[in-house]
T-cell receptor, first 111, second 113 residues
Framework: DAKTTQPTSMDCAEGRAANLPCNHS???????VYWYRQIHSQGPQYIIH???NNETNEMASLIITEDRKSSTLILPHATLRDTAVYYC????????????FGKGTKLTVNP | NAGVTQTPKFQVLKTGQSMTLQCAQD?????MSWYRQDPGMGLRLIHY???????DQGEVPNGYNVSRSTTEDFPLRLLSAAPSQTSVYFC????????????FGPGTRLTVL
């Protein structure tokens, strides 16, 4: 079973920041938070991951609460091409554990 | 690098037929896996492998076989196709021993009539 809880859907205006929440209240100390997205039945695409510090890359920022029980993915300037299903996944470090996908959040960016 | 490649992109089978979905990666990744995705659902793990000669079952392994004779290839075999196996199949790979991202192929859309 997925260890995360996400809203089913969200809307965002083009050019505005999209903030996607994720709850992972049972996360263990060695588990990372990963975010992937899937655009219209393409293969999932990695976005970002983090352990406890906030992270930023060219695609997004990841804010993890101090107790690590929740996180927020931020797309700073959403475009229409960011319309996708976004998956929040917790996974132990080491790379040998399977990814467990929930149903994710369907983000729709509106013009 | 081509990344993760999958063939075919589309396939239609009749019930009872067998076939093999191909997956290859050129990143020297030890870990490879197969997922299926049904309409409106998240991905579910079918089988995975942590290296050549080593495979294990995921959440939904029934009706599927895998083998891993080389690091690069991880084929998925449907022994006797059923309509319930109509789905989109994704292959993925990543390097072990790191928090590196898992890379996904473009998918194979399979319809079983």
């Amino acid at each position: 079973d997925a260890k995360t809880t996400q809203p089913t859907s969200m809307d965002c205006a083009e050019g505005r920041a999209a903030n996607l929440p994720c709850n992972h209240s049972t996360i263990s100390g060695n588990e990372y938070v990963y975010w992937y997205r899937q655009i219209h039945s393409q293969g999932p695409q990695y976005i970002i991951h983090g352990l406890k510090n906030n992270e930023t890359n060219e695609m997004a920022s990841l804010i993890i609460t101090e107790d690590r029980k929740s996180s927020t993915l931020i797309l700073p300037h959403a475009t229409l091409r960011d319309t996708a299903v976004y998956y929040c996944i917790v996974r132990p470090q080491g790379g040998s554990e399977k990814l467990v996908f929930g149903k994710g959040t369907k983000l729709t960016v509106n013009p | 690098n081509a990344g993760v490649t999958q063939t075919p992109k589309f396939q239609v089978l009749k019930t009872g037929q067998s076939m093999t979905l191909q997956c290859a990666q050129d990143m020297n990744h030890e870990y490879m896996s197969w997922y299926r995705q049904d309409p409106g659902m998240g991905l579910r793990l079918i089988h995975y492998s942590v290296g050549a000669g080593i495979t294990d079952q995921g959440e939904v392994p029934n009706g599927y076989n895998v083998s891993r004779s080389t690091t690069e290839d991880f084929p998925l075999r449907l022994l006797s196709a059923a309509p319930s196996q109509t789905s989109v199949y994704f292959c993925a790979s990543n390097k072990l021993g790191s928090t590196d991202t898992q890379y996904f192929g473009p998918g194979t859309r399979l319809t079983v009539l």
